[in-house]
């Protein structure tokens, strides 16, 4: 099991215990205080790992003496945060509890998943429940606090800084001005940088809004020179270049448990070169590319509000593309005849008016 990981089970518990503590206060509402003890009776421990996989087995430990029975209320709070993730996952109602305070936990739970990870919320003993990704996350912070948050590591050059406010602005090569809030060990590297007018590389927690859009980086955990080779941040997405990720599809005839086709080079050259044009020409954030069993080459963008895939087929000059609203019960479908004139560029429009939400 990765280390990285196990911060997020630290998260998991602050969260359960969030959510028992709103559950309370509904059941005793008028000004209650809850019992002595209450959160420091609740904790989880990483008991083992399961024998053959990274499938962490987590348990509760339970007091010697129960002296209070509300203390079921940990239990209840797992169940109904799998099913607020259940609910967000087909659009349905969020629960009553999910107030800003609980938002805020969420931000902290999932916040290190990748695009294709996943955490399943499974009951005591199984191996299947609830599946909790960045799509889930984001859509729960949205719809608690109207904003949320994700790692960033942006490349730029600081144009302002404010040692009282502990805080600077860095321009990102789409020409944003992205405001920053650092420690002051941090702000003298900052200063450095922008006495020399040299680019900086800014790791920490950034801000967005339900379009995807960056608003600030609310805690700088690191500031640093840029190396030679980094490219000034302004399109997010993919860190993996197109012609990377394409070249890594050159996989054997039954790839996919003794099915999925193989792909010619022709056709890796051709998916390359295509979705690079696109991508540079129409400036999209760079896809997360995956090969289909079917030979195609499928690229996908992920926004707060919709899922957008393009599916490229060298051998009939295709592209079917899927555009999925997450918050409603929405999808646009288009098919671009690649082989005909001024369809590439049709491709590019559609795809760019799609990651812009419009029509």
């Known amino acids: 099991m990765p280390l990285e990981a196990l911060p997020e089970l630290a998260a998991y518990s602050d969260l359960l215990a969030a959510v028992a503590r709103e559950l309370f206060f509904a059941e005793k509402p008028g000004g209650v205080r809850l019992p002595k003890g209450f959160a420091d009776s609740f904790h989880l421990s990483l008991a083992r790992i399961e024998s053959g996989s990274a499938v962490p087995i987590v348990e509760r430990d339970i007091p010697d003496a129960q002296l209070f029975p509300m203390f079921d209320l940990f239990d209840k709070a797992r169940d109904e945060v799998a099913a607020a993730v259940l609910a967000v996952a087909v659009s349905t109602a969020l629960p009553s509890w999910l107030n800003p305070n609980v938002a805020a936990r969420f931000a902290s739970f999932g916040r ?106 609310s805690q700088a955990s690191d500031v640093s020179p840029a190396e030679e080779g980094d490219v000034p941040s302004g399109r997010p997405g993919c860190h993996i270049p197109v012609a990377e990720q394409v070249d890594s599809l050159g996989l054997q005839e039954g790839w996919l448990d003794g099915e999925g086709l193989a792909f010619s080079s022709e056709a890796l050259a ?24 079917d030979g195609s080459v499928r690229a996908e963008w992920s926004r707060p509000q919709w899922e957008i895939s393009a599916e490229l087929d060298w051998s009939r000059k295709l592209s079917e593309v899927r555009a999925v609203r997450l918050d409603a019960d929405e999808m646009r479908e288009r098919t671009f005849p690649l082989g005909e004139p001024g369809e590439e560029v049709r491709l590019g429009s559609f795809l760019a008016s799609q990651m812009r939400g419009e029509g």
């Open 270 to 293: 051709w998916s390359s070169t295509l979705l690079a044009s696109i991508v540079n020409g129409f400036e999209l954030a760079t896809p997360h590319i995956y090969p289909t069993p």
């Open 112 to 217: 290190t998943l990748r695009e294709d990870e996943s955490v399943i919320l499974a009951p005591a003993g199984e191996r299947q429940g609830a599946e909790y990704n960045r799509q889930i996350r984001r859509r729960i912070l949205l719809a608690g606090q109207g904003t949320y948050e994700e790692d960033v590591d942006l490349v730029g050059f600081v144009r302002e800084a404010d040692a009282d406010q502990d805080s600077f602005e860095i321009r990102l090569g789409d020409d944003r001005r992205v405001p920053v809030r650092a420690s002051p060990p941090l702000l003298s590297q900052v200063q450095r940088s922008f006495q020399r007018d040299s680019p900086v590389r800014v790791s920490g927690i950034g801000v967005y809004d339900a379009e995807g859009n960056l608003l600030r980086v």
